[in-house]
């Protein structure tokens, strides 16, 4: 079975610094998607960023960065210089594009920026 | 704004009910996915639907049911509600669904409904 594992179920850090959330998953297939999602109060699932894994440089979306490392089964989610508005639900998710490409979830990690 | 949309809003029912979950992708999108957010199990995977026709089923109980129109909005139904179906449920779609190894449609998620069960 795939799974997706997040430990920690919450964070807080001050305003400005940087955050890393931790992710591990599970799969015997070589060829699949990761993901982080973020889910602030209002519900809404906002893609943050996705890594494909075929390749090896990890993505980068403005302040969001991850940290790929295939052999580990690992996918980290970096936010530099971290926001008030960053305060969210985090979720790592994996998606198998064999077949369906329904999303597996992580169980979530609320982050909390504070003034 | 995704482009998804989802109505109700809010629903609030009693056990042994039966609601129906409306969903519009967002335009030209073929594939719809449901997905169940509960305190319990978390967001999971409940069933797909592409261009009509069940693609793919997760974690979905025989209570529920769910369909896709020619118009291509799909309706989830849940039947027979326990205290235990109260969850948000979203609604996402993609542009299509692909057999490759190496592709992926990225999947939009609309705002969700709010499912009580008193």
């Known amino acids: 079975a795939q799974t997706v594992t997040q430990s920690q179920p919450e964070m807080s850090v001050q305003e400005a610094e940087t955050v890393t959330l931790s992710c591990t998953y599970d799969?015997?297939?070589?060829?699949?998607?990761l993901f982080w999602y973020k889910q602030p109060p209002s519900r809404q699932m906002i893609l943050v960023i996705r890594?494909?894994?075929?390749?090896?440089q990890n993505a980068t979306e403005n302040r969001f960065s991850v940290n790929f490392q295939k052999a580990a089964k690992s996918f980290s989610l970096k936010i530099s210089d971290s926001q008030l508005g960053d305060t969210a639900m985090y979720f790592c998710?994996?998606?198998?594009?064999?077949?369906?490409?329904?999303?597996?979830f992580g169980q979530g990690t609320r982050l909390t920026i504070n003034p | 704004d995704s482009g998804v949309t989802q109505t109700p809003k809010h629903l609030i029912t009693a056990t042994g009910q039966r609601v129906t979950l409306r969903c519009s992708p967002r335009?030209?999108?073929?594939?719809v996915y449901w997905y169940q957010q509960s305190l319990d199990q978390g967001l999971q995977f409940l069933i797909q639907?592409?261009?009509?026709?069940?693609?793919a089923k997760g974690n979905i109980l025989e209570r529920f049911s769910a369909q896709q129109f020619p118009d291509l909005h799909s309706e989830l139904n849940l039947s027979s509600l326990e205290l235990g179906d109260s969850a948000l449920y979203f609604c996402?779609?993609?542009?299509?669904?692909?057999?490759?190894?190496?592709?992926?449609?990225?999947?939009?998620f609309g705002p969700g409904t709010r499912l009580t069960v008193l």
């Open positions: 996402a779609s993609s542009a299509s669904t692909s057999g490759g190894a190496i592709s992926y449609n990225e999947q939009f």
């Open positions: 799969t015997s297939e070589n060829n699949y998607y």
């Open positions: 890594q494909e894994a075929y390749k090896q």
């Open positions: 998710a994996a998606t198998f594009p064999q077949g369906a490409q329904k999303l597996v």
């Open positions: 335009s030209g999108d073929l594939s």
């Open positions: 639907y592409y261009n009509g026709e069940e693609r």
